[in-house]
């Protein structure tokens, strides 16, 4: 039987500012990826969703950025290698504050946005990230792109790693995600979406923008939850899961 994460970006409201379906697609995943104030959410936020995770008894996971409130944390940045550990450790200290007074576990950390797509090519920005978790808790698990340098990072650094995959982006050859500012790098049609999930999780393999297939790892599946399908989305892929006999449970 195969078994899959199904995991999802959480607590990205900030102030009046609501973003998201949060309470409503917590109940169709394993874990949630909560942003921790520096390209959505601010403590209030990042307090309730914690809060919601543990009624839904679903995994938590930190979701570090760059300080790019207004840019969403798609831009990316240039930052040194000490600003990236820092930044690393600030956020995922933030959440562990909430998730330690809530007395539920951090279970993963997952780099968010620009910062997750530049750790995925470059090396050095991964092994900086990595070895910041490394230093904060060793047991945590570093979910970050099948096949990525990023991966390849946590392993060196001694890290537990899942690879995740992705329901509605689009891949390079290299395996890297289409970026945003090209056509087609977001998969609107969700059938299409949800046969490349299984094909993922179930042949090991997808399919290129290009039309050619690679090698792919699925531990985790990331559906968005700020689209405005997302919720009958989330649910659809849920449902096909189960009719496929393809167990959906939390990292560990």
């Known amino acids: 039987m195969y078994r899959v994460d199904l995991n999802c970006d959480l607590g990205e409201s900030f102030g009046r500012y609501k973003l998201g379906l949060d ?57 040194s290698l000490e600003e990236a550990k820092s930044y690393t450790k600030y956020q995922i200290g933030a ?12 279970n993963h950390v ?6 997750y797509n530049m750790a995925a090519k470059d090396y050095n920005l991964s092994k ?3 070895e910041a978790i490394y230093k904060f808790d060793k047991e945590i698990i570093l979910l970050g792109l099948s096949e990525s340098e990023l991966i390849r990072a946590g392993e060196d650094v001694g890290l537990k ?24 790098a977001v998969i609107t049609d969700e059938e299409e979406a949800i046969d ?22 699925a531990d985790s599946i990331c559906v968005h939850g ?3 399908k997302a919720l009958e989305f989330v649910k659809k892929i849920n449902r096909k899961l189960k009719e496929e006999n393809i167990e959906i449970k939390s990292l560990f």
């Open 110 to 115: 997952k780099p968010h946005g620009a910062l």
């Open 196 to 217: 490349r999930v299984i094909d993922m999780i179930v042949k090991k393999q997808v399919k290129t923008i290009s039309g050619k297939y690679i090698d792919i790892k």
């Open 161 to 184: 790693c899942a690879s995740e995959v992705f329901a509605d982006r689009a891949y390079e050859e290299d395996g890297t995600l289409v970026s945003r500012k090209k056509d087609g």
């Open 128 to 130: 900086a990230i990595c």
């Open 226 to 228: 700020d689209g405005i």
């Open 23 to 79: 309470e409503e697609i917590i109940k169709y995943v394993s874990s949630v990826n909560i942003a921790c104030g520096f390209h959505a959410s601010d403590p209030v936020v990042m307090e309730k969703t914690v809060k919601l995770a543990k009624e839904n008894n679903v995994s938590i996971g930190a979701h570090p950025g760059f300080l790019d409130l207004m840019g969403f944390g798609r831009r990316n940045m240039d930052i």
């Open 95 to 106: 959440l562990y504050g909430f998730c330690k007074s809530a007395n539920i576990k951090l």
